[in-house]
């Protein structure tokens, strides 16, 4: 079955510096990657997600980027800002039905 | 709010006592999922429905775990004969069958077993 790692688990950044997360998978039917941002308590909240056709997708100051080559994914953060700390996860789907989380990066940026 | 929803959110439960969780996901919404998320790690998940008919089930999810969506719309979680190792907090999303499979999450029921 699939498997997500993710790398690092935490990581620190000053306020307006970049973040970059990276994840690999194992399934080479895995199709579908989504990103998820959770903080304390709340529920896991999707931020951007890529399919394996697409070999990056933007949104603001998010972007991801997918190499099916490879096998991994990485989620990059520009401009970070304090409320950009939470806790990040990836996931894969090998056929947009059940996903496959990776074990999270806690994102803290610092003013 | 139309958002997934779940309840209660938090439960506790001695140890061998039996639970039900509830999950209403977003009203056209016709996959739900069900995962299990514990401290410091990713969702995991249990298993899916589209509609009503249960599609797949992870091998995480032993005889006490029982789930159904009879009418396709919310669906249940039910543990039976609980243990401590089931402390969690249980996530249902849910997604459209067509287009790209964004999962949405509910808040979430954190379970207790003590």
């Known amino acids: 079955g699939e498997n997500v790692e993710q790398h690092p688990s935490t990581l620190s950044v000053q306020e307006g510096d970049s973040a970059v997360i990276k994840c690999t998978y194992s399934d080479s039917a895995s199709n579908y990657f989504p990103w998820y941002k959770q903080e304390l308590g709340k529920r896991p909240q999707l931020i951007i997600d890529i399919r394996s056709n697409v070999g990056e997708k933007k949104d603001q100051r998010i972007a991801v980027t997918l190499n099916k080559t490879a096998k991994h994914f990485s989620l990059h953060i520009t401009e970070t800002q304090p409320e950009d700390s939470a806790v990040y996860f990836c996931a894969a789907s090998p056929n947009t039905d059940k996903l496959i989380f990776g074990t999270g990066t806690r994102l803290q940026v610092f003013p | 709010d139309t958002g997934v929803s779940q309840n209660p959110r938090h439960k506790i439960t001695k140890r061998g006592q039996n639970v039900t969780f509830r999950c209403d996901p977003i009203?056209?919404?016709?996959?739900l999922y069900w995962y299990r998320q514990t401290l410091g790690q990713g969702p995991e998940f249990l298993t899916y429905f589209q509609n009503e008919a249960q599609l797949e089930k992870s091998r995480l999810l032993s005889d006490r775990f029982s789930a159904e969506r009879p009418k396709g719309s919310f669906s249940t979680l039910e543990i039976q004969r609980t243990e401590q190792g089931d402390s969690a907090m249980y996530l249902c999303?849910?997604?459209?069958?067509?287009?790209?499979?964004?999962?949405?999450f509910g808040p979430g029921t954190r379970l207790t077993v003590t």
């Open positions: 999303a849910s997604s459209l069958l067509e287009g790209v499979g964004k999962q949405y």
């Open positions: 009203s056209e919404h016709n996959r």
